[in-house]
């Protein structure tokens, strides 16, 4: 069962990953066409709505680099599924777990005697 719960895991980060990747990619297509269109208009005016243009495209550019930059980063992470155990784990006191292997040792060296 905790071989499922990991593997879905692993495929819940994969997919999540590869949505801010496409995310990421719309962000670079959109401020390449930016881009283009700034530098288009460098080339026929040297000054006015160029700028905003640049701007806008820069900004789309790098928002998309810092969500392909998330995405990597999610699709990377280890995976940790807490498992399932027979019996329940308690954290006991080193002391007691030493008092009852005494005991237990005790009770053993006990019943060997009496054959």
Same mark, same amino acid.
């Given at each position: 069962?905790?071989?499922? %719960?990991? /593997?879905? /895991?692993? %495929?819940?980060?994969? =997919?999540? +990953?590869? !949505?801010? *990747? &496409? &995310?990421?990619?719309?962000?670079?297509?959109?401020?390449?066409?930016?881009?283009? $269109? !700034?530098?288009? #208009?460098?080339? &026929?005016?040297?000054?006015? /709505?160029?700028?905003? !243009?640049? =701007?806008? +495209?820069?900004?789309?550019?790098?928002?998309?680099?810092?969500?392909?930059?998330? +995405?990597?980063?999610? *699709?990377?992470?280890?995976?940790?599924?807490?498992?399932? *155990? $027979?019996?329940?784990?308690?954290?006991?006191?080193?002391? =007691?777990?030493? #008092?009852?292997?005494?005991?237990? +040792?005790?009770?053993?060296?006990?019943?060997?005697?009496?054959?």
């Amino acid at each position: 069962m905790a071989l499922l %719960a990991h /593997a879905e /895991a692993v %495929a819940r980060r994969k =997919v999540r +990953g590869a !949505a801010y *990747s &496409v &995310v990421g990619t719309v962000f670079i297509l959109l401020g390449v066409g930016f881009l283009c $269109a !700034a530098l288009w #208009i460098v080339l &026929v005016e040297l000054r006015g /709505a160029l700028f905003a !243009a640049q =701007v806008i +495209g820069f900004g789309l550019f790098a928002i998309g680099f810092i969500i392909l930059g998330i +995405g990597k980063f999610i *699709s990377r992470r280890p995976v940790v599924v807490a498992g399932h *155990s $027979a019996a329940p784990q308690t954290t006991t006191l080193p002391m =007691v777990q030493l #008092i009852e292997g005494f005991l237990i +040792g005790l009770d053993a060296g006990r019943k060997s005697k009496r054959r």
